[in-house]
């Protein structure tokens, strides 16, 4: 086992952490209490060649691979969690779909813009009665000469205000009871679509969620994206990627908050002394940084799986879970370790702690989570 990064991989970590403390970090509590969506960022990081950054240099991406991605995700959710998750999600759920499952006709249609950041990268799965039960999708795509016909409503979106269009699940027929899905791409700006950013959300104010609503949306069956009625195994697929981002975007997190309650201890004097010395705050620090190097242990691990053409499922889900739980539990150590501080927004920890805690719900709860796991092991 070889634990090092490669030099491709030091070099860009080094690059995305400098671009990180610059230019991300300094204005991330400013954005998220004025709920600023961050364009600004995603155009420089589109200049810098990482919007496309593990799909393949012929669609205008940099080729990379599944660790370099989770490098990325990592070092942009240290300096600010929101926009850590909007590019988690602009690779993962808007670019990957594509990437994966597309004709060689939607590649070179689709992937470019999204490479390019041209536009952003969303997927259309959640529905307000189909969360963790994706199986219970009730969006409807109806067949009208060559065209379909397309009516429902999508929740909790990522990017969608800033995407040209999205791959969106819908049911495409029917046998009985048993639904069939099927993936569709979708331009935003097709008549009867609308989104809808007007969610108040507990943390992640700089990203953007939105609702999607969509009457008598027409768009060819060209749009189709992979094969008819596999929307169900395509999106499965697409979120054991998601997961390794995710469980990136919480190692970064964690590693914030790490960063700022150890730092914070060790300034910090009761009783004569830094609080760093007292040993029931070395022990909460000292956990908080073995459970962040487990993580990205994991993350990392299910990255190179990926890479290696190799089962990543379980431990896809292995990371998310994990990253997720510790980093919600690091937030809150921190904010512990800050006292009546950290309570207050200029410590930053409390907003790691709000960031944190959709990282355990969102791309599969942690209690899916464990029954994925459980599947995979053969229980």
């Not at 004025?34 to 950054?53: A, H, N, V």
């Not at 808007?94 to 992937?111: D, S, W």
């Not at 999607?212 to 992979?226: A, D, I, K, R, S």
């Not at 940084?289 to 799986?305: F, G, P, Q, S, Y």
Request: hydrophobic share 35%.
């Amino acid at each position: 086992m070889n634990f090092d990064l490669t030099e491709e991989q030091r070099i860009l970590q080094k690059m995305i952490r400098e671009f990180a403390n610059e230019e991300v970090a300094p204005g991330a509590e400013k954005r998220d209490k004025e709920k600023q969506f961050p364009k600004e960022i995603f155009d420089e990081l589109g200049k810098l060649g990482m919007m496309g950054l593990p799909f393949p240099e012929e669609y205008g991406g940099a080729g990379a691979d599944t660790i370099s991605f989770a490098i990325v995700v990592e070092e942009l959710s240290r300096a600010c969690g929101s926009t850590g998750i909007t590019y988690s999600a602009h690779i993962s759920l808007g670019g990957a779909p594509i990437a994966m499952f597309g004709t060689e006709e939607q590649k070179q249609k689709y992937l470019p813009q999204i490479c390019s950041g041209e536009s952003l990268g969303a997927f259309g799965l959640t529905e307000p009665n189909a969360g963790s039960d994706a199986g219970g999708t009730q969006t409807t795509a109806i067949e009208s000469g060559s065209d379909f016909i397309i009516n429902g409503n999508k929740c909790y979106i990522t990017n969608a205000s800033y995407a040209k269009y999205l791959a969106l699940t819908a049911i495409t027929g029917r046998d009985g009871d048993k639904k069939e899905i099927s993936a569709i791409i979708v331009p935003t700006n097709t008549p009867g679509f609308t989104v809808i950013d007007n969610y108040e959300k507990m943390g992640l104010h700089s990203s953007n969620t939105t609702e999607l609503v969509l009457e008598g949306v027409t768009v060819p069956q060209e749009n189709l994206l992979g094969k008819r009625g596999e929307g169900f195994k395509q999106f499965l697929a697409t979120l054991d990627g998601g997961r390794i981002g995710i469980g990136a975007m919480a190692v970064g997190i964690a590693q914030a908050a790490y960063e700022k309650a150890l730092a914070y201890a060790q300034e910090r004097k009761q009783f004569g002394s830094p609080i760093s010395k007292f040993q029931v705050i070395s022990f909460k620090l000292a956990d908080m940084a073995m459970k962040i190097e487990l993580a990205r242990n994991m993350v990392h691990k299910a990255a190179w799986l990926k890479d290696q053409g190799r089962p990543f499922a379980k431990e896809a889900s292995m990371c998310k879970l994990y990253a997720s739980e510790i980093c919600m539990e690091v937030t809150s150590q921190a904010v512990q370790i800050h006292g009546g501080n950290g309570y207050m927004r200029d410590y930053h920890v409390e907003r790691y702690m709000r960031d944190a805690k959709l990282l355990e719900i969102g791309e599969g709860t942690s209690e899916v989570q464990r029954i994925v796991i459980a599947r995979e092991i053969g229980c």
